[in-house]
């Protein structure tokens, strides 16, 4: 029984690390535009070098604002850089990371998170 405690604070530490808000952890970087009972736009804001903390967003789609150069970690620790360019919108399911801004310009955009 002793045993099954930490395995079970684990599991719950884990599962509230994934749903992270962006907007409640990081509202430096997301703000909330419009949040309904179909979807929540946020804007985003990073400058070069800045870095957002572990959050999660639901099924989404991210359209740019201006060309960038972001890098994300999951929660498993795989990175991904990703350059957009501006104009672009790109489609990603469910994930949990964390975003830096790489580049040397601004990154701006909306994400568009599906609820239904």
Do not use: C
């Amino acid at each position: 029984m002793k045993r099954l405690i930490p395995i079970g604070i684990s599991i719950l530490a884990m599962v509230a690390a994934k749903a992270q808000d962006p907007a409640k952890v990081d509202s430096k970087h997301y703000k909330v535009l419009l949040d309904n009972e179909y979807v929540r736009v946020l804007d985003v804001h990073h400058q070069p070098g800045e870095k957002s903390p572990t959050h999660s967003h639901p099924k989404h789609v991210v359209y740019s604002f201006m060309d960038s150069i972001v890098k994300f970690t999951s929660s498993e620790g795989k990175t991904d850089i990703r350059t957009v360019k501006a104009g672009q919108a790109t489609w990603h399911t469910a994930e949990t990371h964390t975003a830096e801004n790489v580049g040397k310009t601004d990154e701006h955009a909306l994400d568009i998170e599906l609820k239904k």
